[in-house]
């Protein structure tokens, strides 16, 4: 199994300011043929199921605010919020998709 | 645009069956460049991918090796649904379940269903 592992465990951010979280993971995600990551993020706020962001590593799902970025390489990725808001707080989740069985990273709970 | 709507109990007693429907609108559960999959969530395990459904001319099923041996996951194609069924629960499989749509990545959950398992 492809374990993804997130940092940090948790997160604190002023509002206004720059958030960035880290997703390592076991190895390689790269879909050859396409030339494109299966990694995706998610966010999560409580009570709710979690809601996709970013997918392919950096594209945006439709409906996403553009504050919010993917990006990486290799086996390292990143989710940037570069402006943070009040309704960004939540937990959020990276995914690998590249082969079953499906994982997740931990998460990252984002506070203000 | 595309929903998910589950149900099923929120209780089920220890050595019993687990089962859960997910009803599907805005998309058909036959169709050929999406897949049907159920995850669950809990404190200990975070989010844990349990199987899924699709149908490529003909209809395939995958399964976590976790739970390999007590999981079914069907198609229901008169009613647009797919299904859930896990046999010989413990308190273990305590959690909030969820069943969305993998097209790339999951771009589609339901609304979630916490089963408890306790007598």
């Known amino acids: 199994d492809i374990v993804m592992t997130q940092s940090p465990d948790s997160l604190a951010v002023s509002l206004g300011e720059r958030a960035t979280i880290n997703c390592e993971s076991s190895?390689?995600?790269?879909?050859?043929?396409?030339?494109?990551?299966?990694l995706a993020w998610y966010q999560q706020k409580p009570g709710q199921p979690p809601k996709l962001l970013i997918y392919?590593?950096?594209t945006r799902e439709s409906g996403v605010p553009d504050r919010f970025s993917g990006s990486g390489s290799g086996t390292t990725f990143s989710l940037t919020i570069s402006s943070l808001q009040a309704e960004d707080v939540a937990v959020y989740y990276c995914?690998?998709?590249?082969?079953?069985?499906?994982?997740f990273g931990q998460g990252t709970k984002l506070e203000i | 645009q595309v929903q998910l709507q589950q149900s099923g109990p929120g209780l089920v007693k220890p050595s019993q069956t687990l089962s859960l429907t997910c009803a599907i609108s805005?998309?058909?559960?036959?169709?050929?460049?999406?897949?049907w999959n159920w995850i669950r969530q809990s404190p200990s395990r975070g989010l844990e991918w349990l199987g899924r459904?699709?149908?490529?001319?003909?209809?395939?099923?995958d399964y976590a090796v976790s739970v390999k041996s007590r999981i079914t996951i069907n198609a229901d194609t008169s009613n647009n649904q797919f299904s859930l069924q896990l046999d010989s629960v413990t308190p273990e499989d305590t959690a909030v379940y969820y069943c969305?749509?993998?097209?790339?990545?999951?771009?589609?959950w339901g609304q979630g269903t916490l089963v408890t398992v306790s007598s």
């Open positions: 969305t749509r993998q097209k790339g990545a999951f771009d589609i």
């Open positions: 805005g998309d058909s559960v036959s169709g050929n460049s999406v897949t």
């Open positions: 459904t699709y149908y490529r001319s003909k209809w395939y099923s």
């Open positions: 190895q390689s995600v790269l879909q050859s043929s396409q030339n494109k990551y299966c």
């Open positions: 392919w590593a950096s």
């Open positions: 995914h690998q998709y590249y082969n079953l069985p499906h994982t």
